[in-house]
């Protein structure tokens, strides 16, 4: 099997026992695989559960969804990277289109995210992806080039190795319409044209995310410009889920 990395993003579900089972019964459904690697990214009250269920696993990693670019301080309700890693995440994602539109996160704001992460010695899933009517402008490449820039300012050397880059277009995260595999494939070359330029000295895995399921997965890992995928709804049931890793294998 070539390298697939499948991430799941439980957004706001699954509190820690839940967490906890879930990983349980995924885990014996999904023995390891050599060269697929597995991230959860469970909410910041189900990382401590989830990374201790998950012990013992190489090919497992667990990240938190957000993170603040500060370490400590008075931030309410925030999740600092130390607190994250203290849990036991390994890395986290920084700008999810659900930060990004929903809570006002600006590009800048992802590139002091991503300098903190790295800096910590963790990974960074740095998400970048187009509104519907960016699309429909032709602003895709543009966007995600912009996206990119803000999100990796700064990083060099060894951190490189460290980076991750979900493409997920707006209009496909959790509407039940995703990019077909061609498209998605053009914008994770121009991805990857823009990380050269950037300076990224290695192949950086580039996943899809957006409505992503048993249906189209491998279709959409069936393009060698796609690493894997992220995926937020049909992550959330332990046997779905084992079936969506399985696809590389099949
Ligand atoms: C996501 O949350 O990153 C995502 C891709 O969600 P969904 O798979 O539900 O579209």
Redesign the pocket.
Known sequence: MRPLIYAA?W?MHLPPAEARGFAQAFLSAAPPVPGRTLWFFPSAVSLEATAQACKGRQDVRVGAQDVHWEPKGAFTGATSVPLAKGAGAVGALVG???RRHVFGETDQETGQKVQAILQSGLTAML?VGEKLAEREANQTEAVCIRQLRAGLAGVAGEAWGRVLI?Y?PVW????GK?ATPADAAAVHGAIRLELARLGAPERIPVLY?????KGNVRALIGEPEIDGV??????LDPAGWAEIVASGLL
Request: proline residues 0%; glycine residues 20%.
């Open positions: 993003n957004k999810h289109s659900e998400c979900a997920e496909a995260i959790g509407t995703n995310g957006g409505s992503v399921n992220l995926v937020g709804g049909a992550s």
